[in-house]
């Protein structure tokens, strides 16, 4: 666990709360941003040095390059993030992303609470059922995978991949390691490839055979930067953002180039909230390995420092630039991300449907597309989506929204279809914690608005030990709110709302604490600006937001 901060509560949460900053100003409302990062994970290296200086434009936007072949990337091929939040992103963090997931406080009933170990037993099993069955298509791993070419080059294998083709690049690699078992730099890219699959499939059960396989390459080649930026990807994998971070900073020492290893340390320092160095980090970054990877962490990072609109800019340069399916799919979402955020659903629809044209399977685009759908009024077209994407990757954020969908419809059978999405939550943190991931903030956000409260604050508490970032700040603030605790959570909620970064989902949770602690015009200002922002963040959080406020309107 890393060190503390002053500003850290102490165990238990009984010390010292943050300090509460200046109340923001409500025209400087800021937007829930899924925390998906640029591609990267499914490259293959081969390392690159002696990269001259990148120039930046007259306001320090990246010079985006004219679109090209990625061959200054080692001919690796994209990957996406994905995160918090990703998120997740891990690696490249689709947050990892990590949309908000956001309803009026409420638990299940007691009967329901009742049913719901044995629900969530069920839920496991078939979870389980399809995430083995995936691993069973493409073999066990390390040196007992049973498909593809023996003996294939590494060469043909980063080629493989970099055309996306996951599946058949780790049975190449397995195929090759079974010929060439002493094949250090193999290991590693089979280790960064698991990392990847697991992210792309929702399989958590991937890293430990990630983590074997980059052991393995350490020990034919202790100290090489491929290993150890696959182990700082897969460390930003399993949520182990201190230890991403060292392991950046030694494979940086071998290859001050190395993308990976540049991309997993600005991940690392946004995760654990340390925004002026991630924002140096990515100005490194852009300067030694300009692309796709590091122009959309560089937008990530203005974004949460409330810069929209050079966020905007870049990524519409990368857009620009982007010369594969992936790297198109990925930054086109990330523009519709920012456009949904700004409530802007229509552009956000369009841009969705360039990324789904450029990859028709690509997972963050389906959500995405599902969730403007929802705030457009077209409910059935966001369940069908949503419905979709769960079925190919049962990730706590599609999930919870999927589960919020049924609750707002209402019709017969969908709370229990939504608290089956809940339950799935529970088994897909429960095998994610086998797998090594530290999944406290998922469990906060899910449980405080539909499962357990008591919960929720346990696993707040515990990401706040590890991290500063905005989105544990309004995770803790939330779980203390439904707790009852509303006076200890306005200085996390405050804390949340005070670097720039737009987000009406905080701005809600936000004014819900303020009116409950009796600062009811300040309650007003951060409801409207959250729906203001963004009317359709959530279909249950948006209802609370406005029966709130037509509350505190009655109440002057």
Known sequence: MPARTNDSPPDGGRGTEPPAPAEPRHDRTRDEAAHHRGPDEGRARTGAQGRPPRKTDRRGVPRVPPAAPHADNDGRGPGAAGPDGAGQRVGTGQRIGTGQRIGAPRWFPAAARRSRGARRTVCAGLLAVALTAGAVAVGEGGDEGRAGAAGAAPAVVAG??????????????????????????????????????????????????AERALERSLALEPGNEQALAGQAALAAARHDFTGALAYADRALEQNPYSERALCSRIDALVELGRYEEAAGAATTADRRRPGVPVFTRYAYVRELRGDGRTAREVLRRALDSASSPADVAYVATALGQLAWNRGEYGTALAHYARALAADDGHLPALEGRARAQAASGDRAGAVKTLEQVVAHSPLPGPLVALGELYEDRGADGDRARARDQYALVDAWTALARAGGVEADLDTALAAADHGDAGEALRAARAEWDRRHSVHTADALAWALHVNGRDEEALPYARRATATGYRSAAFLYHRGMIEKATGHDRAARGSLTAALELNPGFSPLGARAARAALKELEGAR
């Open 160 to 209: 493989v991949l970099a055309g996306g083709e996951l599946g058949a690049g780790i049975r190449s690699l397995q195929a090759h390691l079974r010929e060439q078992p002493r094949d250090f730099g193999g290991w590693a890219t089979l280790g960064t490839a698991y990392v990847e699959q697991a992210r792309t499939q929702g399989d958590p059960s991937r890293y430990p055979q």
